[in-house]
């Protein structure tokens, strides 16, 4: 039964933590090469 919370828990942080790690990467690029969010929407 611990186990099956601890991977709910892992799951959760993971779904949590993905797009948050994404958006970081794509701000600091942006930041680096000078492009905005809006430079890259067609």
Do not use: H
Request: proline share 5%.
């Amino acid at each position: 039964m611990v186990w099956l919370v601890k991977n709910r828990a892992v799951f959760f942080f993971q779904a949590l933590a993905t797009p948050l790690l994404l958006t970081m990467c794509a701000s600091i690029l942006y930041y680096y090469i000078g492009l905005s969010p809006e430079d890259l929407v067609v």
